[in-house]
């Protein structure tokens, strides 16, 4: 199936701009059957700036989503930290920096790009920061628990 774009002058009707095979952002909505529109089963945006937008609000909620996560378990009581808890937290972070980089990369402006890598770097590195000091504090509790004992 090929793609294009024409443009016709509204008072002569003569096309004044054609353009085909365009790259633009396709996505499928969601559909709601109860209602009475159109059902659309695919939809392609080719303005840039629109593309931005889009692309923004839907990693905006998902970047609320998951560093909200992520604070409860920065902040959370000390006692009952499992590894394994900031380990997929850390691979939820991993998968939605890929997303970025393999889909939204070639759609998003060179500055977006680079403040949505930032956010999910911050976002990592204060989880490794976590492990780390939740993993020194098991070695120093073994360290002292183990050390009582002597002849």
Request: hydrophobic share 30%.
């Amino acid at each position: 199936m090929s793609k294009y774009m024409v443009q016709k002058d509204k008072y002569s009707g003569n096309i004044v701009y054609m353009e085909y095979d365009l790259e633009g952002y396709s996505f499928k909505p969601k559909t709601t059957h109860d209602k009475p529109y159109i059902s659309v089963n695919s939809v392609t945006i080719y303005e840039p700036k629109m593309i931005d937008n889009l692309l923004s609000k839907k990693f905006s909620k998902k970047f609320e989503r998951l560093s909200q996560i992520i604070i409860n378990f920065l902040f959370q009581d000390d006692t009952d930290d499992d590894e394994g808890d900031f380990m997929i937290l850390l691979d939820e972070v991993a998968r939605l920096k890929s997303i970025v980089e393999l889909k939204y990369q070639k759609f998003l402006s060179n500055q977006e790009y680079k403040d949505y890598i930032h956010k999910l770097d911050f976002l990592d590195s204060q989880l490794r920061q976590k492990i780390a000091i939740v993993n020194y504090r098991k070695n120093l509790d073994y360290e002292i628990n183990r050390g009582g004992r002597s002849r």
